[in-house]
């Protein structure tokens, strides 16, 4: 690895993981499109994971009292099944297809974001445990593939009761998530030199982003950072598109 792409990975991973210490998720949505410029996502997606889960077990830990396991686990399990066919989709697919298709994600997520005040939840709204299950398995699939599990967190955003049980359930599938893909990362043979580089570069950055939020999240409005988050997810996810659609790479 070069001292241009160290700290090229230093950088991303910085900005990134203060986004995450600001408003509490989004840090994969804002790496991965920067990253994805030069590297690939087969070392991007397994080298973050290596600093996500311990991140995502301490605050599991201490949000432990929020769960409600009976409406979690069928929850965790459909999560389980879209992870392994998304390893598989990111072990053996050309890069510039999981490029374009990380770009379109990260647009959607960003433009879901920014118009949800717009489609307010009504007070009658009825749960759908069927479409719940279809959409955790399908957030699966991109934390295989993208290390990017904000479907399923959309979805219990909208029908939690309160945020506390938003928050506890949200930790626990995300720690639940990441220790089966790690399981399924050494199956498949994902962890390599290239990977365990990637992330030794990117423990000081989240270290030194987690300081920087603590610092500066007191200062500043929620409501602004979010915002500048989602333009952030959609610039990185445009240009991803146009980099990988045009050349390939």
Not at 27 to 49: E, F, H
Not at 162 to 184: H, I, P, Q, W
Not at 221 to 243: D, M, P, T, W
Request: charged fraction near 15%; charge should be positive; glycine fraction near 8%.
């Amino acid at each position: 690895m070069t001292i241009s792409m160290a700290l090229f990975i230093f950088s991303a991973q910085l900005l990134a993981y203060t986004v995450k210490g600001l408003i509490g998720f989004g840090n994969p949505l804002i790496s991965a499109p920067i990253l994805s410029m030069g590297l690939d996502n087969v070392v991007i997606t397994p080298g973050t994971l290596l600093l996500d889960c311990p991140v995502n077990a301490w605050i599991t830990w201490k949000n432990r009292r929020s769960f409600q396991w009976r409406r979690i686990l069928p929850l965790l399990a459909a999560n389980f099944c879209g992870v392994i066919p998304g390893t598989l989709l990111l072990r053996f697919s050309m890069p510039w297809i999981i490029k374009t298709v990380l770009g379109v994600i990260v647009v959607f997520l960003g433009l879901e974001m920014a118009t949800r005040s717009l489609r307010p939840v009504k007070p009658d709204r009825k749960d759908r445990p069927w479409l719940r299950l279809v959409v955790s398995a399908f957030s699966g699939v991109c934390a295989g593939l993208f290390g990017i599990n904000m479907f399923i967190v959309a979805y219990l955003q909208r029908t939690a009761k309160d945020y506390s049980e938003f928050k506890g359930s949200m930790c626990f599938l995300f720690f639940g998530e990441n220790a089966v893909r790690v399981v399924t990362y050494l199956v498949t043979g994902l962890f390599t030199g290239p990977v365990l580089l990637f992330a030794l570069v990117s423990v000081p950055a989240a270290v030194l982003a987690m300081a920087l939020a603590a610092r500066l999240g007191p200062r500043l409005e929620e409501g602004k950072l979010q915002k500048a988050a989602i333009v952030l997810f959609l610039l990185g996810g445009v240009s991803i598109i146009v980099k990988s659609v045009l050349f390939h790479t």
